[in-house]
């Protein structure tokens, strides 16, 4: 179909975010591959929100967790109140999105999101604060996803509530983020754990890429409301400045791509939508996923847009917090 004519439709108030948000990151972003950080904090300042561990916002307590300050890792925890208190609750490991080199968990639109899914699932809810490129260019994420983990393990009865069941763990993320719970699951399944086991991955529009340029990279161009070749371009370079694109990390259902057919791989949820350039590098994770032999399913929403779930004010973005309910008591309650 050719979508050069066409466009989603979107509320006002959703299309002014969008602009900003793509303003601001095109501002920041030098020639040179570096950010400006301190224009990114100056203009996104009022965007961020404290923990809320006094008092319960919509149902859930939040509180900010170092893990190395050394390196600025830290997680902001969220835990349902309204709950049945004698219930085992699982916990979901979330990576937010940003190209690997913005956002962070304190940001309003993921720390809403992360309070939607606590409530929603409900679940003990871990938003990791991540280093970012091109200070801390890979594998710096990858190693922070996976020393998350080994500190929630180690430090589950000081820092976890008791109703949070490590062995019923999720990982989850959108854009770089569905990339990064990719990633830790896999390097989650080559270490030793005793008590957190990984259940299920959500890849909520994961940011995958390569050499050739796909279909709807071309189709979607002047469409994409979020993605477009210059910004990820750039966002590649900044996270792997001396890789191609077909490297496994980046086309990782490519021909450099890790052989997971005889690894312990948990289900995958992955999210797609019909007007993300990148949704055929997503499709293309997802038939690897099966050809690979494992438990997968695709989520598409053929009238939205690239991180469209962060958006509230958007019925898909309710839809899809249920969808991910779905998949977390699927694969949770049924074990």
Known sequence: ?????????????????LFFLSAVTDATSRPDGTVNRRLFSMLTSLLKVPPSSSKPR???????????PSRDLWFRLFV???????????????????????LSPDFK???????????????????????LAPEHPYPAQYE????????????????????????????????????????VALRAEASAFRELRILGVVAIQPFF?????????????????????????FMWKAFMPRADRDHQVINVSGPNAVDITNIRFPATMVVVAGFDSLKDWQISYYNWLIDSGKQAYLI?????????????????????????????????YST
């Open 1 to 17: 179909m050719d979508k050069s004519a066409v466009h989603p439709q979107l509320p006002l108030k959703t299309r002014i975010s």
């Open 58 to 68: 919509h149902g859930v307590t939040t509180s900010d967790v170092a893990v190395d």
């Open 80 to 102: 349902p109140r309204d709950s049945d208190q004698q219930r085992q609750l699982p916990v979901l490991v979330f990576f937010h999105g940003g190209g690997f080199v913005y």
């Open 109 to 131: 639109a993921y720390d809403q999101v992360c309070r939607r899914f606590a409530s929603a699932v409900p679940a003990v809810v871990v938003s990791v604060n991540y280093r």
């Open 144 to 183: 922070d996803g996976l020393d998350v983990l080994k500190f929630l393990e180690a430090e589950r009865r000081r820092i976890l509530p008791d109703k949070a069941d490590l062995s019923r763990c999720f990982v989850g993320g959108d854009s770089a983020g569905g990339n990064l719970a990719h990633h």
């Open 209 to 233: 890429g390569g050499e050739q340029v796909r279909k709807s990279e071309i189709e979607l161009a002047a469409v994409d409301v979020v993605v477009n070749s210059a910004r990820t371009q």
């Open 300 to 332: 598409n929403y053929p009238n939205m847009f690239h991180a469209f779930y962060i958006f509230p004010e958007l019925p898909e973005s309710a839809l899809l917090v249920s969808e991910i309910k779905n998949f977390i008591h699927k694969h949770s």
